[in-house]
Structure formats: C-alpha cells, structure tokens
C-alpha cells in the first residue's frame, strides 16, 4: 500500500477511528449500569450513541480520549469530559437525563 491512495487514506481513517469506537463501547457498558441503554450508530463513519429517540446524544473525538455529548451530534456539546473516568463520565449523563437517571445497580 502507497501513502496518499484512497485506500491507505481510509485505511487511515478506520485505524484513527477504532480509538472513538472502543471509547464508546466502553461507555455503553457503563452506562448499563445506571439501566440506560444507548444504540450505537454510525453518521458517514463516525460512531455516536443515541440515548431516548435523540434525547441525547455521545460522541468521540478519533482518538478516544474526550466524550461530548449533547442533543445535536458534533453541535455544541452540552458536555464534555475525558474518558479515562468512565464511571463518572456516566454519571454525568445519567444525571442529565434527569428523570431517566437510576442509581447504579448495586452488587449482592
């Protein structure tokens, strides 16, 4: 493969992308935990999680290493916070739901 084809550029683009992908998958296991379940989805390749019909929406940077969230994905983030404190980053988000939000379950 020759840098600079269209195929190492999306090549590229994929390897930067699995950093926000695994961030995200992370964080939905999470946030199972507070009993909210986000789906996954994908906008022209970049991975988000949609909570309640669009009621809030998580995002990525490529890397992994920030999530946004807000009602409009990549517009304004509502939030933000790094995702190396995923229990809190979760937290956060459930606690912005509101009337959604459950505490976490407890292990017995």
Known sequence: MFPGTPVSGRLSAAALRRGAVTALQHLRTELHSH???PAIVYDEGQ???VIGNDTLTVW???E???FCWGAIHLEQPADH???DDLPKVARRIAEQLGQHYT???SPQ
Request: charged fraction near 35%; charge should be neutral; aromatic fraction near 12%.
């Open 64 to 66: 992994g290493m920030f």
């Open 81 to 83: 916070a790094p995702a």
């Open 60 to 62: 990525a940077d490529r």
């Open 103 to 105: 505490e976490p379950d």
């Open 35 to 37: 009993r909210i379940y």
């Open 47 to 49: 991975p988000r999680l």
